[in-house]
């Protein structure tokens, strides 16, 4: 990150620019989900936990989970709270986050309403790719989630 830029606006106009180191969008302290599978909420103020592992290693679809959501609240709140630093968001309740700590190390995800999965890049569709070529993408405004979500 600190290669690319400390906060930019640069790149597409309607998602606000990728974030300053540390900073959190607008929307995260107020975000409000609809499908939060935990019986505690989510708090957008809480301190994040860099140095603890991101929890997960592949896509995690929690609103098909129909278990005891008090299963889910742990693994639930430390995919938004530890082991990565938010980029930036497509909207309230859609946060690209970079993986910092943990097996994901390097790995630009994605968090949104009900799942989270890691980045692909637009040339492959196969998972795996970095920082360097999400920015890439996201500078130009093209990826996977374009079609889908805009």
């Known amino acids: 990150m600190a290669e690319i830029a400390n906060g930019t606006d640069d790149g597409p106009p309607d ?18 989900a609809d499908c939060w599978m935990s019986p505690e909420p ?14 997960l290693e592949e ?16 693994p639930l709140h430390q995919t938004y709270q530890h082991g990565s630093v938010l980029l930036g968001s497509d909207r309230p ?4 986050t970079l993986v910092v ?16 999965a890691p980045y692909a890049d637009s040339s492959s569709e196969q998972s795996g790719s970095d920082f360097l070529r999400w920015v890439r993408d996201w500078h ?6 374009r079609g889908e979500y805009h």
Do not use: I, M, N
């Open 15 to 32: 998602e606000g620019g990728l974030l300053p180191l540390g900073e959190k969008p607008d929307s995260w302290a107020v975000w409000e």
């Open 59 to 74: 896509e995690w679809q929690w609103e098909y989970d129909s278990c005891d959501h008090t299963r889910l609240s742990s």
């Open 101 to 116: 700590a943990g097996a994901q190390r390097g790995r630009v995800w994605w968090l949104r309403d009900g799942c989270a």
């Open 42 to 55: 989510f708090d957008g103020t809480a301190a994040r936990v860099l140095g603890q592992p991101f929890p």
């Open 140 to 145: 130009v405004g093209q990826g996977w989630w």
């Open 93 to 96: 309740g859609g946060y690209w």
